[in-house]
């Protein structure tokens, strides 16, 4: 019978972030399966001066975001027992970054969590939902219950 | 540790239908978890004379496409050892009933398949996508190999 045998979950740190790893790692558990960990620094609109925002290249600034999420990924990282050569810090689209490694590390199973989504946020998608559209293996969305 | 109790798999008849439902069996049997299984017949287009198409309410044809179902579900939830209350055959849009059957029989986890889109139908999103958005709780979406 078929089963998982190498799991990527993927944490933003906000809220239920720690049902969502506990999940993944009870799945990595139940079928022996390797777990690894993404996390990923969303592209930042800073960058983006297409829309006539002058805002400055802030160097400084991201290299901050940068070192304070390798921080809560490697404290993260370290309570799972995650080794550090599984865990995926990256800077880019959620999505597209979290499919990326998925496929370049051979993952059988993504874990995300998903909000449920309503009016503009259901027209705009999510992170889960970009997932499951192109991801080219299973994909687990753990509810995230919204208050 | 958090595991699944009361697993429900969706199922369309079509190709890798077998891979899903070997999933969602071996998920509820790691698991001790309860199964059941959801075939949702679509709502006909025939039956909507809103943008002037004259079809005629075919009371047969429906009856033969839910017979035709019923004895398809049937026979695989026997292969799958599913009891018949645990059986549900609906009428409707999909992704509502699959998340309409789900919460009313407090399933904690939702097994579909989940085909990779792209151009048109990625806009127009897929059964595996609204039953995300919609759910109430955890989905795994299987991916299905397109040819």
Redesign the interface.
């Known amino acids: ?3 998982y045998q190498n799991i990527l979950v993927a944490v933003d740190f906000y809220e239920q972030c720690e ?1 969502i790893t ?2 993944a ?2 799945l990595s ?3 022996k399966a390797k777990l690894s960990i993404i996390h990923v620094v969303d592209n930042l609109p800073i960058l983006d001066s297409s829309y006539g925002v002058e805002a400055p290249f802030n160097m400084d600034l991201i290299t901050e975001l940068m070192d304070n999420a390798k921080k809560k990924l490697a404290d993260l990282a370290e309570k799972l027992q995650i080794p550090t050569d599984q865990v995926f810090l990256e800077m880019g689209s959620p999505k597209s970054e979290i499919v990326r490694v998925a496929e370049e590390n051979a993952v059988d199973l993504i874990v995300i969590g ?1 909000h ?2 309503h009016g503009l946020a ?1 027209l705009l998608g999510s992170t ?2 970009g997932v ?12 995230i219950k919204d208050e």
């Open positions: 019978m078929e089963t049902e506990h999940k790692l009870a558990h139940t079928y998903s449920g989504r259901l889960a939902n499951l559209h192109y991801a080219k293996c299973d994909v687990l969305a753990v509810r």
